[in-house]
């Protein structure tokens, strides 16, 4: 059976998180956004390794629960065998003793039957050898029963000599049973011994095993607490986000983009291939920016198109169009809608396509300081990073301008 190795990495990060974290409440609203943002990219990264962790966490409880599994039917296995070993323990414990009873009484039998010739001897000798065989013949009332009573005097003596070796040979085949029986007795209790030793052995890895579930299922319970705890901070951060994303705050920061603080890029091309331009009504990219924030933890839904669930590509058709801009609902259609850019040029507004399970299958809005806000599967309505981790992997530098 393969022995269970169990490792979790959970303490670290447990630690970092409380003490990062644990004034965070007090302090979200007195920091600028950028040190917002850069602290909710923070909070995402920590959420994103206890994620993962939790991940080991309950593989890792799988594997024991199978292994605890194997071990009950081992013991199950073993206490079987040892049962069938006592049973037959038992049995030979018995024959022993109706042999031993078996010798016992052939000896008692032997004995008597030996004196018995042992009188007869010493009586025919005290009497010269001749009185029992003259007490035959004056006895006897012819020949004929005279000859018969000295044929029947030895056929006497012959038969008890005959018995008393008979009776010697079954004490020496009983006794040859005894020793085979005596034999399997110790080889029984032997094995006996052994089972037990192998049940004791799988019960104590059974208990270790226990031990290791119960402190994984601890573990996870901390760090599903210590997420838990961070989601609240990180809700608290992304609505101050919110607040210091106002329409006049995200309309000036879209207007002075050359000189951005998230410093990256700071001249704007305008020689870009142009494919279809979507329709334009009255609106404001900075609504287009600032719609989801509201909704931010609204749950992926394949599809959706509203704040009951979004998809990717649904959440960016809404978006624009809370701004008054008209654009498509599907990624296929989105990757063709605009300018495309260049990342060197990349500005709040932009879309952004990620290569996820096919190019161009993921698509968000850039929201500045290099991250985006859009509808993820793993996390629903959700700012995200590209500057590291998953998204910067799979950001293939694909950016189309909708709005100029």
Known sequence: ????VITIATVTIIGIGSTFFTSTASTVGAESLNELQDKQSQIESERSEIKDNLSKAESEIADVLIELEELNEEIAQVEEALQKNEDKLDETNTEISEKEKEIAELEEAIEKRSNILK???????????NIGFLDVIFGSKSFGDLVSRVSAITKITDSDTE???QQEEDKKSVGNKL?????????LEGMQETILAQKEQTVEQKDELKQKEQELIDKKKELQVEDSRLASIEREVRQSIAAKRT????????????????????????KENKSSTP?????SLSTVINAGYQYLGVPYVWGGKTPSGFDCSGFVSWAFAQGGYSVPSSTAALQSTGTKVSYSNIKPGDLV??????????????IGNGQFIGSQSSYGLSVKSMTSGYWKDHFAGHVRRVVN
Do not use: C, W
């Not at 059976?1 to 269970?4: G, L, Q």
């Open 1 to 4: 059976m393969k022995k269970a």
């Open 119 to 129: 009188d007869r001897m010493v009586s025919y000798q005290k009497n010269g050898g």
């Open 163 to 165: 018995l008393i070796n």
């Open 179 to 187: 020793d085979e029986l005596t034999e399997m007795q110790v080889e």
């Open 247 to 270: 329409p006049s705050t995200a309309s000036a920061s879209s207007s002075s983009s050359n000189s951005s603080s998230d410093g990256n890029l700071n001249t704007l091309s305008k």
């Open 279 to 283: 329709a334009k009504a009255s609106g």
């Open 353 to 366: 396509f990620f290569n996820t399970y096919k190019t161009n299958g993921h698509v968000g809005i850039y």
